[in-house]
């Protein structure tokens, strides 16, 4: 991986060639990371990577129009090549009817503890002791196999502009992804995800795996229909990971997003309120400046059900006549760091207020029918439990989450006080989410087809 200097040197050489060009104004973000993965399956490891990428991603702007254009390799021939390319093609380029200018720097930048851990530069064989740990753990509570993977990475991420912006940061990862087996079709899954390695629970993980994988193997039918459902971990990290980008304006603009023309009405349950805190301690998508160099902040998204703001980056906030969220994304807006606020029960008396549902485990392959109305389904797998007077009594199978964003919202009734930090393999929205489970009543399924 590219050191910090050499990532900073190499940001300030493409500035460099920026200030030469007839441009308006140009910025240009580096990125310089090393990632580690593992692999296993069959209660054994299969593989071991490592890999180092590198990313310089330029913005060119001259007349209103705007030019993106990216190098893979910190090679300033490579860079000065695509930035003259750049320059042939950008007066063809329609202009921007709603532009701001990029933000006049230098500013002032908060720290954020907790985001970056050393240990991750080179983790050696401690990846492989976690897996062995889960592993164990999972097979000791009563899987037959164990399969997944451990992820982690180390980043420097640079932001600069010829408007006075420069800073970057450090930043770390590591996330475990584990499914037990007892048969092939009664499965568990759970994970273990932070910015510092000494805080991922191989244990836990696989005891979770295994426990559900082990409840799996006892079936009872549950008909499609409506039913209470209490969202789970791994599956409200993935809705509440959809919940948060809806927000974004450029879907909000595209008329891609329920929360349309929305905006300070109450759109859910005054149970539910979700925030993009990008400033969090130990956040996994924690961070301190966006694409463009703005410095992150807190932003509320849901308070007590009702819809606060839209997401912006500059462009968006210019024409929707408002100010940035830093949320940039120099395209789209995107949200950092999802919260979704605690509630005052606890995980069994959610279970028994559910008295007669459904616990959904894990939910993904979301897919929208209608974006604009937030109809969407997706796959259950990895543990669909039937609840009968507040206890859990079998395994369903066969069913799919169909239902809307909205309603959802509208319908939750209970929410969790123990809150974790959610990411996993399959969140496919790839937005890092704290929350706790959450009962929603009358959450739509639907027959599973193949």
């Given at each position: 991986m590219e050191g910090y200097e050499e990532s900073l040197g190499f940001v300030e050489d493409i500035l460099d060639l920026l200030y030469k060009q007839n441009l308006d104004e140009a910025a240009v973000h580096v990125r310089s990371a090393r990632g580690d993965q593992i692999r296993f399956s069959s209660n054994k490891i299969d593989i071991a990577n490592t890999w180092l990428d590198f990313n310089a991603d330029i913005q060119l702007v001259k007349d209103r129009?705007?030019?993106?254009?990216?190098?893979a390799s910190p090679d300033i021939d490579a860079a000065k090549l695509q930035i003259e390319r750049a320059m042939k093609v950008i007066g063809s380029l329609p202009e921007r009817k709603a532009y701001d200018e990029l933000p006049e720097g230098p500013f002032s930048y908060p720290i954020i503890e907790g985001i970056y851990d050393p240990k991750l530069e080179d983790p050696g064989e401690k990846l492989s002791d976690i897996v062995t740990a889960a592993i164990?753990?999972?097979?000791?509570?009563?899987?037959?196999?164990?399969?997944?993977?451990?992820?982690?990475?180390?980043?420097?991420?640079?932001?600069a502009t010829t408007t006075g912006v420069k800073v970057c940061e450090k930043r770390s990862n590591v996330y475990l992804d584990i499914r037990a087996f007892v048969?092939?079709?009664?499965?568990?899954?759970?994970?273990?995800?932070?910015r510092m390695m000494n805080e991922i629970r191989p244990e836990e993980a696989?005891?979770?795996?295994?426990?559900?994988?082990?409840?799996?193997?006892?079936?009872?039918?549950?008909?499609?229909?409506?039913?209470?459902?209490?969202?789970?971990y791994?599956?409200?990290?993935?809705?509440?990971g959809v919940f948060g980008s809806l927000a974004g304006a450029m879907y909000v603009m595209m008329q891609m997003s329920p929360y349309v023309s929305k905006l300070n009405e109450q759109i859910g349950s005054d149970l539910i309120s979700i925030v993009d805190d990008p400033l969090r301690p130990g956040g996994y998508g924690s961070r301190s400046f966006d694409m463009e160099g703005y410095p992150t902040r807190r932003n509320v998204i849901l308070e007590k059900g009702f819809l606060r703001t839209y997401l912006?980056?500059?462009l968006t906030a210019k024409a929707m006549n408002t100010n940035t969220t830093a949320n940039a994304g120099w395209v789209s807006p995107q949200p950092w760091n999802i919260v979704i606020s605690p509630g005052d029960m606890s995980n069994d008396e959610l279970i028994e207020e559910l008295r007669d549902g459904l616990i959904i485990r894990n939910a993904t392959?979301?897919?929208?029918?209608?974006?604009?109305?937030?109809?969407?389904?997706?796959?259950?797998?990895?543990?669909?439990?039937?609840?009968?007077?507040?206890?859990?009594v079998g395994s369903a199978r066969g069913l799919r989450l169909s239902d809307n964003v909205l309603r959802m919202l509208s319908n939750v009734f209970a929410v969790g006080r123990n809150s974790r930090q959610i990411y996993h393999w399959w969140m496919?929205?790839?937005?890092?989410?704290?929350?706790?489970p959450i009962a929603v009543r009358n959450v739509g399924f639907t027959s599973a087809t193949m």
């Open positions: 129009r705007i030019q993106i254009v990216s190098v164990n753990s999972g097979l000791s509570s009563g899987a037959k196999k164990i399969a997944g993977s451990i992820r982690s990475g180390v980043e420097i991420s640079c932001v048969s092939p079709e009664s499965t568990g899954h759970s994970f273990s995800c932070s696989g005891r979770e795996a295994a426990e559900d994988a082990l409840m799996s193997s006892k079936q009872v039918k549950v008909e499609p229909g409506r039913h209470d459902a209490l969202i789970w791994s599956a409200i990290g993935n809705l509440g912006h980056n500059r392959y979301l897919r929208f029918q209608d974006y604009r109305a937030g109809d969407f389904s997706a796959i259950i797998r990895d543990g669909l439990f039937k609840v009968e007077k507040g206890e859990i496919e929205w790839e937005v890092p989410v704290e929350s706790p």
